[in-house]
């Protein structure tokens, strides 16, 4: 007697393949708009149109300019060298920035602080920090420290 579960088996029992029948292959084109076809091969393509300025698509965007890398690297050199001179002489120039750019209106900056009260308080607190540190860095370098 055959039970249920033999019957389920059976469904899942694997079906004999079937063929599949095989394409036809394409009849070779007489002719295209590129050019005939003959008993040599295709006539050369006319890609002369192909490398123009479409307005429709527009300008491409231009390619990223590393610039800024440049110039992190020149301060963080000029830093290196100078020390907390350096960062006191920095400071103080975006202190007189950003000064500026408050008295002619802007309320908040690009910087992560965002308001320009707190940019300019965190700048002020480098260049006294740089200040503070000038001396002593300064003894260092002579060797009495």
Same mark, same amino acid.
């Given at each position: +007697?055959?039970?249920? #579960?033999d019957a389920q088996r059976d469904?899942?029992?694997?079906?004999?393949?079937?063929?599949?029948?095989?394409?036809?292959?394409?009849?070779?084109?007489?002719?295209?708009?590129? #050019?005939?076809?003959?008993?040599?091969?295709?006539?050369?393509?006319?890609?002369?149109?192909?490398?123009?300025?479409?307005? @429709?698509?527009?300008?491409?965007?231009?390619?990223?300019?590393?610039?800024?890398?440049?110039?992190?690297?020149?301060?963080?050199?000029?830093?290196? &060298?100078?020390?907390?001179?350096?960062?006191?002489?920095?400071? &103080?120039?975006?202190?007189?920035?950003? @000064?500026?750019?408050?008295?002619?209106?802007?309320?908040?900056?690009?910087?992560? &602080?965002?308001?320009?009260?707190?940019?300019?308080?965190?700048?002020?607190?480098?260049?006294?920090?740089?200040?503070?540190?000038?001396?002593?860095?300064? +003894?260092?370098?002579?060797?009495?420290?």
């Amino acid at each position: +007697m055959s039970s249920g #579960g033999d019957a389920q088996r059976d469904l899942f029992r694997a079906q004999p393949e079937r063929a599949i029948p095989a394409r036809p292959a394409p009849a070779a084109p007489e002719s295209t708009e590129l #050019g005939a076809v003959d008993a040599t091969g295709p006539a050369p393509l006319d890609l002369s149109g192909l490398n123009r300025y479409d307005e @429709a698509v527009g300008s491409p965007a231009p390619p990223f300019d590393p610039l800024r890398l440049c110039v992190f690297t020149t301060v963080a050199l000029i830093a290196c &060298l100078l020390g907390p001179i350096a960062v006191l002489g920095f400071a &103080l120039i975006a202190i007189a920035g950003y @000064a500026r750019a408050r008295r002619q209106g802007l309320l908040r900056s690009k910087c992560k &602080l965002g308001d320009t009260r707190l940019v300019l308080a965190y700048l002020s607190v480098l260049a006294v920090l740089a200040a503070v540190a000038t001396p002593f860095w300064v +003894m260092f370098w002579i060797g009495r420290i």
